[in-house]
């Protein structure tokens, strides 16, 4: 199986990345019932997250690390990392988010000063009005940060070959190369003594980005001689699937929903979407929907409807026949209209924090205000 972390790859069988070895997230599934992405399998898979469930249930310091690619708009395919992020921070993490400007310049094409306004204004504030606590978390732009951050990502090229990183990557280009090397430095600064020192770091991403989390682990082991890293564990989580099959990709507007989208415009998207139903209404309350196949459902059980109880009615409803598609499209229209009615409010005041951190921030080491 190829995955490319530059491109949403397409799993057909999350099971088969057990051959490389990630394991298995089915032992935490009912350890971790308070989160939904956990308790419901959409979380499948993890390298060692042992240490990170050890540091939660101890009450011991860890550190939970994740960045953005500021290029598009933030849709619900981002919304599971960022409800990741806080549920990590309840846990006790401290929260590290890199800002990859450089990465969506040289892998994009997006300017610096657009990545910087993408990143404020779509990413930073819909994770604070998601409810992350920007006092306890960390921030920072790949373009300028302090000394230490790239002396580690300088230091970590002598640890890799061209050759390695073909065996990892295929094809590569200069741009690859930094982006890899900025990655490795991104999950693993947080360690250096300047900051937190040597602590368990957990990573949750998209299976996807599982080459960057395979290489960083070998190149925190090669650079043992210099630095102390306890080797970074991750979480891996299942893709959304687009709104009308396929990808969900930033490029495509009619694949996915922006949380910045207004409600009428989410509502239009919900009713032409992709679903699980029968040609005709009478084939659908004879046979049943097949809800496994139906985008509208997943809108529920990713980020909905929390209530297993109300997910296992709305399943049975589906697969019996007892509901017809426009209605459950309606329905599920009505509930996003809510959700992105109240989310909005709060990104207006979230916009201004984002800001104002990200500014002061910054000013700590030296970069632009």
């Known amino acids: 199986m190829e995955l490319d972390p530059w491109k949403i790859s397409d799993i057909s069988n999350y099971e088969q990345l057990f051959n490389f070895g990630m ?9 971790y019932s308070d989160n939904r ?19 939660i249930s101890r009450k011991e310091p860890f550190i939970m ?7 598009g708009r933030f849709h619900f395919g981002h919304k599971m990392v960022a409800d990741e992020i806080v549920w990590f921070q309840g846990k006790g ?27 404020l204004e779509e990413y930073i504030a819909n994770y604070i009005a998601l409810g992350l606590d920007p006092e306890r978390s960390h921030f920072w732009f790949q373009s300028s940060y ?3 951050y790239y002396r580690l990502s300088d230091m970590a090229a002598q640890e890799i070959t061209l050759n390695e990183l073909r065996a990892i990557y295929g094809d590569l280009t200069p741009s690859k190369i930094i982006s890899v090397l900025k990655q490795v430095s991104d999950i693993l600064h947080a360690q250096l ?14 299976a996807d980005q599982d080459p960057h989390i395979r290489l960083t682990r070998d190149i925190a082991s090669r650079l043992s001689r210099t630095y102390d890293f306890e080797l970074p564990s991750a ?10 099959g396929g990808k969900m990709s930033s490029s495509d507007q009619k694949s996915y929903i922006a949380l910045t989208e207004s409600p009428e415009s989410a509502k239009k998207k919900v009713m032409s979407a992709k679903t699980g139903g029968r040609e005709t209404a009478d084939e659908q309350r004879r046979l049943g929907g097949v809800p496994e196949q139906c985008v509208v459902y997943k809108l529920y059980y990713y980020h909905l409807v929390d209530d297993d109880r109300e997910m296992e009615r709305i399943y049975n409803e589906c697969k019996t026949g007892a509901i017809l598609c426009g209605e459950c499209k309606r329905r599920c229209a009505s509930m996003l209209e809510d959700f992105l009615q109240n989310h909005q409010e709060k990104m207006r005041a979230a916009r201004d924090t984002a800001k104002q951190v990200i500014s002061e921030q910054r000013s700590e080491f030296g970069g632009e205000k």
């Open 23 to 31: 394991r298995s997230f089915s032992p935490f599934h009912s350890h």
């Open 37 to 55: 992405y956990m308790r419901r399998g959409i979380i499948f898979g993890h390298r060692d997250f042992e240490k990170i469930d050890r540091a």
């Open 65 to 71: 690390m994740t960045g953005l690619m500021p290029s």
């Open 93 to 119: 993490a401290r929260v590290y988010i890199a800002i990859a400007d450089i990465e969506s310049y040289l892998m994009r094409g997006v300017p610096l000063d657009i990545a910087k306004k993408i990143a």
């Open 146 to 148: 302090r000394p230490e």
């Open 193 to 206: 003594p300047e900051l937190e020192g040597k602590l368990p770091t957990v990573v949750p991403v998209g």
């Open 235 to 244: 979480t891996f989580h299942r893709f959304m699937e687009g709104l009308q």
